[in-house]
């Protein structure tokens, strides 16, 4: 009689266990666009992963309670969700937003940097920022708005350089990189002024 009684406790602590445990998906979109977001990394402490093709992960055997998360992704901004599981399979959506603005990365002269140029870099919603060059490793125009940008470098005795780049967001936090090399003036206009105050007609002039 023992021997059932105690039988009968580990069932009905096996059939506790069980109850209550439901399967979890959680999805992930794009907040603009409401896509889905491939490879975000969803954590709490009580599971984690990455998410699908379709954005999402699926939990099995999960007890009720509630569970906080947060929600990782390259180019996406830190996501925080909650899901409450009580004896039934749910379904929750988290959107997260994309990254509003990147580093910009200038190389200005090969092989070695050219200090002294001034960059000027022109933009959406009246952007408008300058810097001048002398950093071994890039020099940086940072948290730059999402868009496309002109820009023009100047350095006296070289050529104007002007051109375009997009700035978006890149995996691995590398930043933008544009490089550019001008190149040096080797010669000038020179003008002869004489006579005064006008000019004396019918001089020769010679230069060596």
Do not use: H
Not at 102 to 122: Q, Y
Not at 191 to 208: H, R, Y
């Amino acid at each position: 009689m023992k021997k059932i009684y105690s039988l009968f406790i580990c069932l009905l602590i096996a059939a506790g266990a069980a109850f209550g445990q439901s399967t979890v998906t959680l999805r992930v979109l794009d907040s603009g666009s409401n896509d889905p977001v491939e490879g975000a990394t969803i954590q709490s402490i009580s599971f984690n992963g990455q998410t699908n093709a379709l954005g999402e992960i699926v939990i099995n055997n999960v007890p009720d309670g509630i569970y906080d998360f947060t929600v990782t992704a390259e180019c996406y901004s830190l996501g925080l969700g909650s899901v409450t599981v009580a004896g039934a399979d749910v379904v929750d959506e988290t959107a997260i937003d994309p990254e509003p603005t990147n580093n910009v990365f200038f190389f200005v002269g090969s092989p070695f940097t050219l200090s002294g140029a001034t960059i000027n870099l022109t933009g959406p919603n009246g952007y408008d920022e300058s810097i001048v060059t002398g950093a071994i490793l890039g020099d940086l125009f940072e948290n730059v708005p999402i868009g496309d940008y002109n820009y023009t470098i100047t350095l006296d005795c070289y050529e104007t350089v002007t051109g375009t780049v997009t700035v978006e967001c890149l995996g691995g936090g590398q930043g933008v990189s544009v490089f550019e090399n001008p190149q040096e003036i080797t010669s000038n206009n020179v003008f002869f002024f004489v006579g005064s105050p006008f000019t004396l007609a019918g001089a020769t002039v010679n230069m060596t």
